[in-house]
């Protein structure tokens, strides 16, 4: 996005500064703040999967416990926090009209958590599942994207059978964890089309001159005499 021109925020991101924490009550409300004010056109939300994945020896949740089997569990609980944490951020853009990904792997259990049934049903969402290996990926590795206001067709491509997918482990275990070149143009396209949305939408809503098109003084005039309604 910042190679076509748009301005963009730092990752909010506790690894980056431990002033960027989002399970802290200030952070969320000045995020929420951006959004509510529309100082920000697009957000892209990506809450930690850790405590979530079907991978993870021992599990830490499962469907019928998806905020976990321990509630004391300082990790759980983070993860279930952080994920109600980006169901409110994507909730607030689908009230002000602004496009937001939310992404998670395909398998992930924060599906089973009741905020993400929530936000799911809001009429501007839409749920993708995306395959990296349609978009040049060594590796399957499906996304789940939880979307409001988008346009998701760029980011929907699935695998198409054709060929083989490496496994990921050993050194490619790290490089997993990130898009490849392709779908992130395909996440900045789908970011584009909808701040191009927005700002149509907002253009189209801006007040015409209207001079000339009321005059105070017939007004007065025309409410001084003997009237009545004979059609509205």
């Not at 998701?152 to 482990?169: D, F, S």
């Amino acid at each position: 996005m910042a190679r076509r021109g748009y301005s963009v925020c730092n990752p909010i991101d506790i690894s980056f500064d431990k002033e960027l924490d989002v399970s802290k009550v200030h952070v969320l409300e000045w995020i929420l703040h951006l959004i509510d004010n529309l100082l920000v056109s697009a957000v892209m939300i990506e809450p930690p999967c850790t405590t979530f994945s079907i991978m993870r020896k021992p599990a830490l949740r499962s469907s019928s416990f998806p905020f976990g089997f321990d509630l004391d569990n300082f990790q759980t609980c983070l993860g279930t926090l952080l994920g109600y944490r980006a169901f409110q951020i994507l909730y607030k853009c689908a009230k002000r009209g602004i496009t937001a990904v939310l992404e998670n792997p395909r398998s992930s259990m924060i599906k089973l958590l009741p905020g993400w049934k929530v936000v799911s049903n809001l009429e501007c969402c839409q749920l993708v599942r995306c395959d990296s290996c349609a978009y040049g990926s060594i590796h399957l590795k499906s996304f789940a994207f939880l979307c409001v206001w988008a346009e998701v067709a760029p980011i929907a491509l699935r695998c198409n059978g054709m060929h083989e997918h490496v496994p990921v482990q050993g050194v490619y275990t790290k490089k997993f964890a990130t898009y490849v070149e392709k779908l992130s143009e395909a996440l900045a396209d789908v970011m584009e089309l909808g701040i191009k949305r927005l700002a149509d939408f907002y253009h189209a809503s801006e007040a015409k001159d209207v001079s000339g098109i009321e005059n105070q003084m017939i007004n007065e005039i025309c409410l001084a005499q003997q009237w009545k309604v004979v059609s509205s």
